[in-house]
């Protein structure tokens, strides 16, 4: 075993062997030693150099589909720090205190709650990645990195894909009527497509768009929702205060 990760590692910082959509990251080579689309083993190298470059872009913590188990073969003055999502919308995020990574130590995450990022690497970070997806997940979430606050939410499962692009279509049609289906949504829409309804609504008919998200800031029973509504909301206010006349 240890003559074959050894082997391995070599060929891994010879040449970057490039991942499947969704499991690249621009500062980890990885080696993909098994996918059947549900399960995912790879060996993971962490660039130390490449993890000092400043990110480009807004900086974003994602919370996505299925477990993680990580097992650490070589960590070399490595800390680590587990990142949760919490209930609260207002805080967004909560921040374990970073902690050294031993070799032979695991970590298991949730991957719809928990994340998992390097503080410091004072050496080679090598570890196996164990990824599971979860068929039932409806959607992923994106948060800023510095003030925890939500910046994205889409969907995981294709069907809903395409009929949050049915919407947008719609919306691009002048189809007035499609409001009166976002109105009407079933219950069992997930919380990312009752966000995309609305806000196609918005650009629909502005006056039925925010009675719409009005209604989403006080009876939608995501609380993460809500208060995205509500923030959208006084945002819309701000900029356009005779919107208060439908509230």
């Known amino acids: 075993m240890r003559d074959w990760l050894h082997a391995c590692v070599i060929d891994m910082a010879q040449e970057t062997v490039p991942l499947p959509p969704g499991y690249s990251d621009p500062t980890v080579r990885s080696l993909v030693l098994f996918d059947d689309g549900d399960v995912h083993l790879s060996l993971a190298m962490f660039d130390a150099q490449a993890s000092?470059?400043?990110?480009?872009?807004?900086?974003?913590?994602?919370?996505?589909?299925?477990?993680?188990?990580?097992?650490?073969?070589?960590?070399?003055?490595?800390?680590?720090?587990?990142?949760c999502r919490t209930d609260t919308?207002?805080?967004?995020?909560?921040?374990?205190?970073?902690?050294?990574?031993?070799p032979g130590q695991e970590f298991l995450l949730d991957n719809a709650s928990e994340i998992l990022r390097f503080t410091a690497i004072g050496g080679a970070c090598i570890f196996l990645r164990l990824l599971v997806r979860n068929p039932m997940q409806r959607h992923a979430v994106e948060h800023d990195a510095a003030s925890g606050a939500i910046v994205r939410i889409r969907q995981a499962q294709a069907h809903e894909g395409r009929l949050q692009m049915t919407l947008s279509l719609?919306?691009?049609?002048?189809?007035?009527?499609?409001?009166?289906?976002?109105?009407?949504?079933?219950?069992?829409?997930?919380?990312?497509?009752?966000?995309?309804?609305?806000?196609?609504?918005?650009?629909?008919?502005?006056?039925?768009?925010?009675?719409?998200?009005?209604?989403?800031?006080?009876?939608?029973?995501?609380?993460?929702?809500?208060?995205l509504a509500r923030e959208t909301r006084d945002r819309l206010l701000q900029a356009y205060p005779q919107l208060g006349e439908i509230a």
């Open 89 to 102: 919308p207002q805080a967004g995020v909560r921040r374990d205190p970073p902690r050294q990574v031993r």
């Open 52 to 83: 000092c470059a400043d990110r480009s872009g807004q900086d974003t913590l994602e919370f996505a589909d299925g477990w993680t188990r990580l097992w650490f073969v070589r960590a070399d003055r490595v800390e680590a720090q587990r990142i």
């Open 170 to 227: 719609l919306r691009s049609l002048g189809r007035a009527d499609a409001i009166d289906t976002i109105a009407d949504k079933p219950q069992s829409w997930p919380p990312d497509l009752r966000w995309h309804g609305v806000r196609e609504a918005l650009a629909l008919d502005s006056r039925r768009g925010f009675a719409l998200l009005e209604a989403m800031s006080r009876e939608d029973p995501d609380p993460m929702l809500r208060a």
